[in-house]
């Protein structure tokens, strides 16, 4: 039953991120119209690495939730990782909504 409740806390932490992702839809001309460098990765490239990204916090929020809530230090990180998690998720409106370069650095 413990197994099922991480489980189901894993894909309702990972489904706030999908639809928070899908909710601040993203304004690819503006990020191809930006002076980018050479190296600079292809639009998709950010949908791929933001999903993958958000399943391994997704991940490390349920673990810390459940193997360390009863300890000082574990509240705190689990903190710390539902802040990062906020932050990450503002970065597109931030980004490719607002169009805010220097926005986007400082909440990412």
């Known amino acids: 039953m413990e197994k099922f409740k991480k489980v189901l806390f894993f ?3 990972l489904a706030v991120f999908m639809i928070c992702g899908f909710i601040f839809a993203k304004d690819t001309s503006f990020y191809n119209e930006i002076n980018k460098p050479v190296f600079a990765p292809k639009g998709i490239v950010f949908s791929i690495v933001w999903a993958g990204l958000y ?35 503002l970065y597109a409106p931030v980004f490719f909504i607002l169009k805010s370069l220097f926005g986007g650095f400082i909440v990412n």
Do not use: M, P, R
């Not at 193997?67 to 990782?81: I, R």
């Open 11 to 13: 894909l309702f932490v």
């Open 55 to 89: 399943v391994i916090q997704s991940y490390y929020i349920t673990k810390v939730f459940y193997d360390y809530k009863n300890q000082e230090e574990g509240n705190k990180l689990f903190w710390l990782l539902i802040i990062n998690g906020v932050l990450n998720i």
